[in-house]
Antibody, heavy 121, light 109 residues
Framework: EVQLVESGGGLVQPGRSLRLSCAAS????????MHWVRQAPGKGLEWVSG????????DYADSVKGRFTISRDNVKNSLYLQMNSLRVEDTALYFC??????????????WGQGTLVIVSS | QSALTQPASVSGSPGQSITISCTGT?????????VSWYQQYPGKAPKLMIY???NRPSGVSDRFSGSKSGDTASLTISGLQAEDEADYYC?????????FGGGTKLTVL
């Protein structure tokens, strides 16, 4: 059974940093691209970033480009999101999601339960 | 503003059919057959209902179907049931990125 467990969320002041993690199990992690998708309170889904199986292809939404960095450790079966220069509008539930292929195909069967990031002074 | 446009809400009575539209551009919905649909209940992770325009994952009811014409994709739910009341999101691949619609709240009357 695929399991994706996010962690690292919390309350942080604007301008500060936070690092999210996603621990994966139940599948061969280094075969698949992975993504972060977020959802602000009461709002819709927003794709944040994706990384290919070998980290050779990385992409970001315009809203986070230059501030967020996605990475993965295929030995530890983990996905990360380093979030710098956080803004109030980054407040959201952050989901980790597994792509069905090694490169972005844009759809996800498997999702984590999310980790909540609140950016507030 | 969301990259893909969905109606904010739709409603229908039990047993009826409803269709939710998802309008993109020639750079996303119109250019790729990587359109998917998700169902989401409050406080829960999204659930994939349709992928690659019209394919249903294992375990998803055949009451759910997807289609696409030009830059617009559609999700049809037939034989509406009370449990179908939820938020629905479309998404599309676009040049190594993923775009989501703003979401549609389905109310079963």
């Amino acid at each position: 059974e695929v399991q994706l467990v996010e962690s690292g969320g919390g309350l942080v002041q604007p301008g500060r940093s936070l690092r999210l993690s996603c621990a994966a199990s139940g599948f061969t992690f280094d075969d698949y691209a992975m993504h972060w998708v977020r959802q602000a309170p009461g709002k819709g889904l927003e794709w944040v970033s994706g990384i290919s199986w070998n980290s050779g292809s990385i992409d970001y939404a315009d809203s986070v480009k230059g501030r967020f960095t996605i990475s993965r450790d295929n030995v530890k079966n983990s996905l990360y999101l380093q979030m710098n220069s956080l803004r109030v509008e980054d407040t959201a539930l952050y989901f980790c999601a597994k792509d069905p292929r090694g490169y972005t195909s844009g759809w996800y069967v498997d999702w984590g339960q999310g980790t909540l990031v609140i950016v507030s002074s | 503003q969301s990259a893909l446009t969905q109606p904010a809400s739709v409603s229908g009575s039990p047993g009826q059919s409803i269709t939710i539209s998802c309008t993109g551009t020639s750079s996303d919905v119109g250019d790729y057959d990587y359109v998917s649909w998700y169902q989401q209940y409050p406080g829960k992770a999204p659930k994939l209902m349709i992928y690659e325009v019209s394919n249903r994952p294992s375990g998803v009811s055949d009451r759910f179907s997807g289609s696409k014409s030009g830059d617009t994709a559609s999700l049809t739910i037939s034989g509406l049931q009370a449990e179908d009341e939820a938020d629905y999101y479309c998404s599309s691949y676009r040049s190594r990125r993923v775009m989501f619609g703003g979401g549609t709240k389905l109310t079963v009357l």
